[in-house]
């Protein structure tokens, strides 16, 4: 049974800094693209960031544009966990977080150019309140 669990989640302040985490068990992760989405009170879903699968020819790794220079995405193929290095974490950033992969995919350039809700495996989410 595959299952995605994010964690680390917190109240942050303007400017502040956060890392979370989605473990997953029963899915590889590093052969496959993984993709952190969030959706922020009242807005729809968006793309965060994406890090290609390990045999990919696509660059490593994707950021939208609005995260560009203050988010890493990274992963641990050793314990199956992918993170989110959020830092000038923004009010806007205040969103529930979610991590998701599809075993079709292992190009970012692919995952994130189809409808999130095509994605086959997703984590609950966690919470990143940007708050002064």
């Known amino acids: 049974q595959v299952q995605f669990v994010e964690s680390g989640g917190a109240l942050v302040q303007p400017g502040g800094s956060l890392r979370i985490s989605c473990a997953a068990s029963?899915?590889?992760?590093?052969?496959?693209?993984t993709v952190w989405f969030r959706q922020g009170p009242g807005k729809e879903r968006e793309w965060v960031s994406c890090?290609?699968?390990?045999?990919?020819?696509?660059?490593?790794?994707y950021y939208a544009d609005f995260v560009k220079g203050r988010f890493t995405i990274s992963r641990d193929g050793a314990i199956n966990t992918a993170y989110l290095q959020m830092n000038s974490l923004k009010l806007e950033d205040t969103a529930v977080y979610y991590c998701a992969a599809d075993p079709r995919f292992i190009h970012c350039s692919s995952v994130t150019q189809t409808p999130s809700d095509h994605l086959q495996h997703w984590g609950q989410g966690t919470l990143v309140t940007v708050s002064s």
């Open positions: 029963g899915f590889p992760l590093d052969d496959f693209a």
């Open positions: 890090i290609s699968g390990r045999t990919s020819a696509d660059g490593p790794t």
